[in-house]
């Protein structure tokens, strides 16, 4: 199609403002979906994005649209993540479009995403269409919002488009908007072939499937094609778009979204950001790559029958096809035994990968407590890194531990100053600034609750260590502030600090997958309590089973897990007191000498505890 009439954009808003909604209704109108085929969240392919309500993967369509003109428009459509651990989601397809629709929730109003993706989309220079959505709702103020975001965002009062999702007013506008005001894709038609890879999947009979953005020339089915940055050759078995399903074509020309299927059956051959040639008559530079997301978040994953290890490496590299920020590297543990230490971007995103590898692979794993990486400078000044409790040195060969720390930006009612501070305050944060924003009315629910709450918006800024925020630190935030407050951030770099490591014991072997990392000043608080925990959840055996908290030889905390004791006395009806001290005597030998040699099983259970420790 003649680029002049092609627009490619997506959809970018914080969590639950309504994108996969607009999203359906854009496919509505378009006709890419037959009202009797449409579903809510249609483009949320994914079983677990139905049940969690989220969008976890972008997902492009093509939609032919023809306004007044009569001149037939191609527009790809990219809806996108809204939880800020997708967002190498959201920063791969804006690399994929020359537009941005901004969907801002007219009740809620400016968020801590609504931010973290508006700045994403200018690194990109992308045109940027301000929506304010959900206009429908009883407690909707669209005149506010569109204020807000005009003063915020720069943008002229006549830019901003008001529309409702779930209803469909305003939409016809946002189609009007995208066509006149996002340009058409820069490209070169008779220049060779570029084509970045901003997606992909494998399919066991097509191979690697890449989606990809065509830049540069044109690809037909059956063209040789080769990967500039990893060097391997393929054939293209099918080329085609998305509307929503893969339908194949002919070609995919310049400024077109689509996907080409490589045939190749190596999953790492065809990775994320690279860039897509002919081998015949190919182009010499590629399109500059993505930048790699770096690990936040590490835990480790085990299959619960060791014969699946295999399985386990298979499906991993498979998913990290279809999630380019996901890491692994093979590990051994003594209580789990082997197994792989995997890298996310954050605790959603590690739940979501165990869920998926769990449902789509038929896997039955055990996951150990997450963990951020350490950087640890020893004594002969060497640094290592540490991103597994277990294989943290030995205490007394260590000169410093720094841990990572992030630029952490909380927006919420200024009448929630107080618990957010004494929050933060709590996991070591140190504060930086805040600002206010404007006036906001904050209206409750029906029957009854919080009606109106009159105040400020604020925004607030610390420097906290990632591993505080790490595990329940949202969900803190959000009952404090009554589900108002929201957040964003970014890693910072490293810093020192009082860091130990915390071991656990059981029957007096440290079980390193329920080692943990801690702050020294919490160590003996934080011990206490797991291994309180550790005792109720550990079954009872036939011998008396120790659970202590350790840092180095210097026991900190100890909880006993009683034996089952078998009655032996039951047989005996009176008679002389030495036959009843021998039977209780033999039975004390035979319990010291079942805990010298038996093996206390630790359920998952026991693993999930550690992220359940209160702070």
Same mark, same amino acid.
């Given at each position: 199609m003649d680029p002049r009439f092609i627009r490619n954009f997506c %959809? %970018? /808003?914080? %969590?639950d403002h309504g994108k996969s909604t607009l999203a359906d209704r854009l496919l509505q109108l378009t006709g890419a979906v037959s009202d009797r085929e449409m579903t809510e969240q249609h483009l949320d392919s994914m079983d677990l994005e139905r049940e969690r309500g989220i969008t976890i993967k972008a997902h492009p369509v093509r939609l032919d649209y023809t306004p007044a003109s009569g001149q037939r428009y191609q527009l790809n459509l990219i809806d996108t993540p809204g939880h800020v651990d997708f967002t190498y989601e959201v920063s791969r397809s804006l690399a994929a479009c020359e537009g941005a629709l901004l969907v801002v929730d007219a009740s809620q109003g400016i968020q801590a995403q609504t931010l973290a993706n508006v700045y994403l989309a200018l690194e990109r220079d992308l045109v940027i269409i301000p929506v304010v959505n959900k206009i429908d709702m009883k407690a909707a103020e669209p005149e506010r919002v569109a204020a807000e975001v005009c003063r915020t965002f720069g943008f002229r009062d006549d830019e901003v488009i008001f529309a409702s999702g779930k209803d469909g007013t305003g939409v016809p506008q946002v189609l009007e908007a995208v066509v006149n005001r996002v340009p058409m894709p820069k490209n070169r038609p008779? /220049? +060779? =072939? &570029? /084509? $970045? %890879?901003? *997606?992909?999947?494998? *399919? +066991?009979? @097509?191979?690697?499937?890449?989606?990809? &953005?065509v830049f540069d020339g044109a690809v037909k089915a059956h063209d040789r094609i080769r990967l500039m940055a990893k060097g391997s050759q393929g054939e293209a078995q099918e080329v085609g778009v998305f509307r929503p399903q893969q339908i194949g074509v002919d070609a995919l020309s310049a400024g077109e979204v689509g996907y080409i299927a490589t045939g190749l059956k190596a999953v790492g051959d065809a990775p994320v950001g690279d860039t897509v040639t002919l081998v015949q008559g190919g182009a010499d530079e590629p399109l500059a790559p993505y930048r790699p997301m770096k690990p936040m978040v590490f835990a480790g994953f085990y299959p619960s029958d060791g014969e699946e290890y295999g399985e386990l490496r298979e499906s991993l590299e498979k998913l990290q096809l279809n999630d380019a920020a996901l890491s692994f590297e093979p590990e051994q543990s003594v209580a789990l035994g082997p197994g792989f230490r995997c890298g996310f971007l954050g605790l959603l995103h590690m739940d979501v990968v165990q869920e998926r590898l769990e449902r789509e692979y038929n896997l039955n794993l055990l996951a150990t407590s997450p963990s951020v990486q350490y950087k640890v400078t020893l004594n002969d000044g060497t640094v290592v890194e540490v991103a597994n409790p277990a294989e943290m040195p030995e205490p007394h060969t260590i000169s410093e531990i720094a841990e990572p720390w992030l630029n952490l930006t909380i927006l919420a009612p200024d009448s929630y100053i107080g618990p957010i501070m004494e929050l933060v305050k709590a996991r070591r944060g140190e504060y930086k600034r805040m600002e206010y924003i404007q006036s906001v009315g904050l209206s409750g629910g029906e029957g009854g609750g919080l009606q109106v709450a009159q105040g400020m918006r604020v925004l607030l800024g610390y420097k906290v260590p990632l591993s505080e925020? =790490?595990?329940d630190f949202n969900d803190q $935030? @959000?009952?404090?502030?009554?589900?108002y407050a929201s957040m964003d951030y970014d890693l910072v770099g490293y810093e020192t600090g009082k860091l130990v490591k915390l071991d656990i014991l059981v029957n007096?072997?440290?079980v390193d997958a329920l080692s943990i990392i801690v702050h020294r000043e919490r160590a003996f608080e934080q011990g206490r309590e797991l291994v309180f925990k550790l005792k109720e959840l550990i079954p009872r055996q036939m011998f008396e089973v120790p659970i202590q908290a350790a840092i180095g030889g210097k026991i900190l905390a100890r909880e006993t897990i009683r034996a089952i004791r078998k009655d032996v006395l039951a047989k005996c009806y009176g008679g002389d007191i030495t036959r009843k001290r021998k039977l209780l005597e033999k039975q004390a030998e035979g319990k010291k000498r079942m805990r010298r040699v038996g093996r206390v099983e630790i359920p998952q259970e026991a693993f999930l505890s550690i992220l359940k420790v209160s702070r």
């Open positions: %959809i %970018i /808003a914080h %969590i008779d /220049a +060779p =072939l &570029r /084509a $970045l %890879i901003f *997606d992909s999947h494998y *399919d +066991p009979y @097509k191979g690697v499937v890449a989606y990809v &953005r925020v =790490l595990v $935030l @959000k009952s404090r502030t009554q589900g007096s072997e440290p």
